[in-house]
């Protein structure tokens, strides 16, 4: 008998197994269009083939006495035929063989489903970006791997499956971790816990041109429209004395030297006032302070040391997982439940291998919503497409609506889909 | 590609109407219908489980009746929580135990602790002598770590899923030999019994267990 291999979840993932539920999933989407019908068979095969590449994602969640861990899976993995549900709960012990992750196709398109304790936006992406390869490669697809994609040809290393919180933690930094009360949403929602999507396609050059001529980068230009929609549907929100709080995901291996495929992102906040005077202008100089303040190497490191030292006090870890999960589960609702208001997230630039591209019509990043986070939005670039899509609980779609109509304003050329919810 | 003239964007969709806006879409793909992009739904039927219900309810019911006669005619006693122990012990049993999909171990596990918990309430309700804690427990602890230990010899492919529970009821057998050295309970030989017998079985894990036993136990004990 081979020896198990085995993972302690990593600093971030620790909390999602206890405060998750079928309202909450935690689960982002990513998807591949292609150009041609997607063939089951061999889609199955392809994954069959990178899971071995994989073994951080080739697990099951098990239940220790002290905390979860991560346990290599010997079961198989299975596609399945898309959900019309986004981002449905992943339910640990029966769902897809206790894998963390799905893979659904229909029609065109390739999706992966990942919840979050398993990986972040970067590490789902290089494992679909390895699916969709091998998936080509089975098509009798030539492809000159110039750029690196993870393919079960090039050797795991062992970084890959390192915490990296752990390793760039500097327990000589400190941190606060209070932060003010934010305006929530309160809107009537779908039934069920399902989620609209909206997926607005553009052309990425005129979008970073419109951003060259407010000078900033994308992702403040997005987070400004955001602020300004938001400013311009207030209908939405509770209580509106509060700030408008942007929740802004960040790649930690920009700034740290990582390899890991597991969670090593953090966040940056930027807030507004919706209840004063705004206009597009002053959100936009607001967004560009915070970040410009916030995405700091020393600041960041600062923000992911108290969460790593709480995680290294003897006194909680021999806590029984019941307890703790009792306590995470109440500090969790207390804090980061009214600390952001809306979630963006911008995976940035997807670069793939000609020949690939030649096969994919675009890539859709979708970031779960919940309720305590009813509107998210992901972003990404691939073959100078921006993708800009919105998940949400929330039937009124006001705030969407004032972001693509501020961007057609713009003279940027949008293409919407969506998926059919629709008020019955 | 349909446009929707409000909001001045293009839409993808076989819809008649603007998903951002509501307004009617500007066709002008000349009856070329666009192909729907994601999976149709339907509203899910809710399954309403009968015999679940009239379970519940039939147990609300006695509850309810055996309260309602003991207050009525109260004699010193509240006998009506007996009948609370034991619906709740039915439910435990049921849902929990025998149409759980947990591990055998695990189940049985459970059960050792519920008919712990249970006979003890009961022995302080009827204010007798500690029969629960000095002879219950302790043989349910015997025949737990006995059961554990039978299906894992039955089945040791999955070995490694029963041990940690196989070691937690060894450790809990150990505590009605606590309770008697402090006293709780004066008669010594059933818990004696539980002690050496867990303490047989771990002897017989430890000289007999193999690598994975050795790792199951470092992975969920980790802290």
């Known amino acids: 008998m081979t020896r198990k291999k085995w993972y302690k979840l990593d600093n971030a993932a620790k909390i999602f197994p206890s405060v998750s539920n079928k309202g909450r999933t935690n689960v982002f989407r990513l998807s591949f269009d292609m150009i041609e019908d997607v063939d089951p068979l061999l889609l199955q095969e392809a994954?069959?083939?990178?899971?071995?590449?994989?073994?951080?994602?080739?697990?099951?969640?098990?239940?220790?006495?002290?905390?979860?861990?991560?346990?290599?899976?010997?079961?198989?993995?299975?596609?399945?035929p898309e959900s019309p549900f986004i981002t449905r709960l992943i339910e640990y012990y029966k769902d897809n063989n206790g894998f963390l992750f799905r893979i659904y196709y229909f029609k065109k398109r390739i999706t992966l489903e990942v919840f979050h304790s398993l990986t972040d936006g970067f590490g789902g992406l290089e494992f679909l970006k390895s699916i969709v390869y091998s998936y080509l490669e089975l098509k009798d697809v030539e492809i000159v791997n110039n750029l690196g994609v993870l393919s079960d040809k090039i050797e795991c290393i062992r970084e890959e499956d390192q915490d990296s919180f752990n390793v760039h933690y500097n327990n000589k930094l400190k941190g606060s971790r209070k932060e003010p009360k934010s305006l929530r949403f309160k809107a009537q929602e779908y039934q069920n816990n399902w989620l609209g999507l909206i997926v607005g396609t553009m052309d990425a050059g005129q979008v970073k041109s419109l951003a060259a001529k407010y000078n900033c980068t994308i992702t403040e230009l997005i987070g400004a429209i955001v602020f300004y929609s938001a400013y311009k549907s207030r209908h939405l929100f509770a209580n509106q004395d509060r700030p408008f709080t942007m929740f802004i995901p960040v790649n930690?291996?920009?700034?740290?030297?990582?390899?890991?495929?597991?969670?090593?992102?953090?966040?940056?906040?930027?807030?507004?006032?919706?209840d004063e005077e705004q206009s597009f202008a002053s959100f936009l100089a607001i967004i560009?302070?915070?970040?410009?303040?916030?995405?700091?190497?020393?600041?960041?490191?600062?923000?992911?040391?108290?969460?790593?030292?709480?995680?290294?006090?003897?006194?909680?870890?021999?806590?029984?997982?019941?307890?703790?999960?009792?306590?995470?589960?109440?500090?969790?609702?207390?804090?980061?439940?009214?600390?952001?208001?809306?979630?963006?997230?911008?995976?940035?630039?997807?670069?793939?291998?000609?020949?690939?591209?030649?096969?994919?019509?675009?890539?859709?990043?979708c970031n779960g919503a919940s309720y305590t986070y009813p509107i998210n939005m992901g972003v990404i670039t691939y073959n100078n497409k921006l993708t800009i899509s919105f998940t949400s609980e929330l039937i009124d779609r006001s705030l969407q609506r004032e972001f693509f109509r501020f961007l057609s304003k713009e003279g940027i050329e949008v293409i919407i889909e969506n998926n059919d919810l629709e008020v019955e | 590609m349909k446009e929707c003239s409000q909001c001045k964007v293009k839409v993808?969709?076989?819809?008649?109407?603007?998903?951002?806006?509501?307004?009617?879409?500007?066709?002008?793909?000349?009856?070329?219908?666009?192909?729907?992009?994601?999976?149709?739904?339907?509203?899910?039927?809710?399954?309403?489980?009968?015999?679940?219900?009239?379970?519940?309810?039939?147990?609300?019911?006695?509850?309810?009746?055996?309260?309602?006669?003991?207050?009525?005619?109260?004699?010193?006693?509240?006998?009506?929580?007996?009948?609370?122990?034991?619906?709740?012990?039915?439910?435990?049993?049921?849902?929990?135990?025998?149409?759980?999909?947990?591990?055998?171990?695990?189940?049985?596990?459970?059960?050792?602790?519920?008919?712990?918990?249970?006979?003890?309430?009961?022995?302080?309700?009827?204010?007798s002598d500690g029969w629960a804690m000095e002879y219950v427990i302790p043989f349910l602890c015997i025949a737990t770590t006995f059961s554990i230990g039978v299906i894992i010899l039955i089945k040791?492919?999955?070995?490694?899923?029963?041990?940690?529970?196989?070691?937690?009821?060894?450790?809990?057998?150990?505590?009605?030999?606590?309770?008697?050295?402090?006293?709780?309970?004066?008669?010594?030989?059933?818990?004696?019994?539980?002690?050496?017998?867990?303490?047989?079985?771990?002897?017989?894990m430890i000289t007999f267990a193999d690598r994975a036993t050795k790792d199951e136990l470092k992975r969920r004990f980790h802290i």
């Open chain 1, 252 to 274: 930690l291996r920009r700034f740290f030297p990582s390899k890991t495929l597991r969670n090593f992102s953090l966040y940056v906040r930027t807030k507004a006032n919706l």
């Open chain 2, 12 to 127: 993808n969709t076989p819809r008649k109407t603007c998903p951002l806006c509501g307004q009617i879409l500007i066709d002008d793909s000349k009856g070329k219908a666009e192909e729907n992009l994601y999976p149709s739904y339907e509203y899910p039927n809710k399954k309403h489980n009968t015999a679940v219900r009239i379970l519940l309810f039939l147990s609300i019911i006695s509850i309810t009746i055996s309260a309602t006669i003991n207050i009525l005619t109260f004699m010193g006693s509240y006998w009506s929580i007996y009948v609370v122990l034991g619906v709740l012990y039915g439910w435990i049993l049921l849902r929990a135990t025998i149409l759980s999909h947990q591990n055998i171990a695990g189940r049985l596990l459970l059960q050792l602790f519920t008919l712990s918990i249970i006979t003890y309430a009961i022995e302080k309700l009827a204010n």
């Open chain 2, 156 to 204: 040791p492919m999955r070995y490694t899923d029963y041990v940690s529970y196989l070691f937690m009821t060894i450790i809990i057998s150990w505590i009605p030999l606590i309770f008697y050295f402090t006293d709780m309970i004066k008669v010594a030989w059933p818990s004696v019994a539980a002690a050496s017998f867990s303490l047989t079985t771990i002897v017989g």
């Open chain 1, 288 to 365: 560009k302070k915070d970040m410009e303040d916030e995405l700091d190497k020393d600041k960041l490191q600062a923000r992911f040391a108290i969460n790593v030292r709480s995680e290294k006090n003897f006194a909680l870890r021999i806590v029984p997982r019941g307890i703790k999960e009792i306590v995470l589960r109440a500090t969790y609702n207390k804090v980061a439940s009214s600390a952001n208001s809306f979630s963006l997230s911008n995976l940035g630039v997807l670069k793939l291998p000609d020949e690939m591209k030649c096969c994919i019509d675009k890539v859709v990043f």
């Open chain 1, 47 to 80: 994954l069959q083939i990178v899971i071995n590449r994989f073994p951080m994602l080739n697990v099951k969640l098990k239940k220790g006495v002290f905390w979860y861990y991560f346990e290599t899976n010997e079961k198989t993995p299975v596609i399945q």
